[in-house]
């Protein structure tokens, strides 16, 4: 694999994690527990969306596809997203955990994208990187907020802790190419993400009553379950063909139209 088809594998596999993600994000508009949450979580839908797309034009400037035909006449077994924004959206404590990981791993991530070598992924990151902070900051804020409140919630959270915790590591799962693009300081090891990710969740889950399973020694964090992989590799779940249908239905029933 060449430099420019390692920049297009990494730059799907990103598009595709925000894409799906936005689209469960955006399954909670009319249903989220506050309307001032409905509102966030819409605006959060459409911000990883519109991330997806800004990834999707340099995939295209590299000679792919257009961003509509990638997100919507592929099938699911083309995609290259994670299982875990595959997931369906559970309860209200489930979507909150996972988007915060998701935030805490996209943060982290576009710190070292800002310094990336290639330009184009530089200046991108540098752009959608304050978007990102927001949504760190609204979803930390839940976590902190529903792991320390009621006893239920407490419970619905540590229980979305649970489920969600091997599936997040699935975000740091090596994409095909990877290694071109490290030598290069175009992108970031994914075990460097995983690590530093490790070391920030952590703490907040401890601060929030939350446990995680997590084994800490000297300073250091490891993880002490195994990640959930496969969606780099095209191995999907059920959950991502649904999902799949679901999205392409209404752009499919209209081959080529003008939106």
């Known amino acids: 694999m060449n430099k420019n088809e390692a920049i297009q594998t990494y730059l799907l596999a990103l598009a595709d994690d925000e894409l799906i993600l936005g689209h469960r994000d955006a399954e909670w508009t009319g249903h989220a527990p506050l309307i001032e949450e409905d509102i966030a979580f819409s605006n959060i839908a459409q911000d990883e969306i519109g ?21 919507f006449l592929r099938d699911a077994d083309e995609f290259t997203c994670c299982h875990f924004v595959q997931m369906p959206k559970g309860d209200w404590a489930y979507t909150i955990v996972r ?47 529903l792991g320390d409140a009621t006893e239920e919630s407490r419970r619905r959270m540590q229980r979305a802790v649970d489920e969600a915790f091997e599936q997040a590591l699935g975000l740091f799962e090596k994409i095909p190419g990877e290694d071109v693009l490290i030598d290069e300081k175009i992108i970031p090891d994914s075990r460097t993400l995983e690590a530093e990710w490790l070391q920030f969740v952590t703490p907040v889950l401890k601060r929030s009553g939350l446990q995680s399973p997590v084994i800490e020694t000297n ?22 063909h649904k999902i799949i249908e679901d999205m392409q239905k209404v752009y499919r029933m209209i081959p080529g139209a003008k939106w």
């Open 51 to 71: 991330h997806a797309q800004a990834l999707l034009r340099i995939y295209e400037s590299l000679g792919g596809n257009d961003p509509d035909t990638m997100g």
């Open 99 to 145: 988007q915060f990981f998701f935030d805490a791993a996209e943060i982290i991530r576009l710190r070292y994208l800002k310094n990336s070598t290639y330009e184009l992924i530089r200046e991108l990151a540098a752009k959608i990187y304050p978007e990102e902070q927001y949504h760190l900051l609204h979803t930390q804020g839940n976590v902190e907020r």
């Open 219 to 240: 300073g250091t964090v490891e993880s002490n379950v195994e990640p959930l992989y496969g969606g780099r590799q095209k191995k999907h779940t059920e959950h991502l």
